[in-house]
């Protein structure tokens, strides 16, 4: 399995507060990427990274913000969490060439707010 | 905006049949195509890549054709077995930038 390390497993957590998910990766991948799972709506990206310091926004990236100050590290902030983002957020990674294209999933992270 | 559509949405079969799931995408201009395989709870699991100048892969009992013109890719399991029951889903990177567009998937579900 590829190295990649999804922190928290589960959150619960209250309307308004801030939350910060967390993507480790140990295979120097230049990609890195936020999707959220729901039902009815599959996986949609949120954010993406294509370096250290160097993000860009996806499909559904109002709500959210995101950091990569190290290679290996890509964390997810809810500057105040809403109902609306409860869902499973998955981080990937990809080496970006040929066969180091495939994208390669964490564990993913169940987030609730009540 | 590509959009990707997964035909049949779940689909039941009998241990040992062959069986092949469907993936239609909009937008032919593609970079890449990929299957990939999610257990209930669990993260995705990539099972084939192919690249646009690529007809096919293979891997195994899996079998994944691209036919980019008419927007088509097919994934074919041979002889399948109660271990391959789990969601099966297609993803198109386009060539306009880094961006994986994901199929709703197909449930899978082999009987023993």
């Known amino acids: 399995d590829a190295g990649i390390t999804q922190s928290p497993r589960h959150k619960v957590t209250e309307t308004g507060t801030p939350v910060t998910l967390r993507c480790h990766q140990t295979e120097n991948h230049r990609y890195m990427y936020w999707y959220r799972q729901d039902p009815g709506h599959g996986l949609r990206l949120i954010h993406y990274?294509?370096?250290?310091?160097?993000?860009d926004k996806g499909e559904v990236s109002d709500g959210y913000s995101v950091s990569r100050s190290k290679t290996e590290d890509f964390l997810l902030t809810l500057e105040s969490a809403t109902s609306s983002q409860t869902s499973v957020y998955f981080c990937a990674i990809s080496g970006g060439a040929g066969d180091h294209e495939k994208l390669f999933f964490g564990s993913g992270t169940q987030l609730s707010v009540l | 905006k590509q959009e990707v559509t997964q035909i049949p949405a779940a689909l039941s079969v009998p241990e040992g049949e062959n069986l092949v799931l469907n993936c239609s995408f909009t937008?032919?201009?593609?970079?890449?195509l990929q299957w990939f395989r999610q257990d209930p709870g669990k993260g995705l699991t990539s099972l084939l890549l192919?690249?646009?100048?690529?007809r096919e892969q293979t891997s195994g009992r899996l079998n994944a054709s691209l036919d980019k013109s008419s927007g088509r890719s097919t994934l074919y399991i041979a002889a399948s077995q109660p271990g391959d029951s789990a969601t099966y889903l297609c993803?198109?990177?386009?060539?306009?930038?880094?961006?994986?567009?994901f199929g709703p998937g197909t449930r899978l579900s082999v009987l023993p």
């Open positions: 990274s294509y370096g250290v310091k160097d993000t």
């Open positions: 937008d032919s201009a593609i970079y890449n």
């Open positions: 192919i690249q646009s100048s690529q």
């Open positions: 993803a198109v990177r386009d060539n306009y930038g880094q961006n994986f567009v």
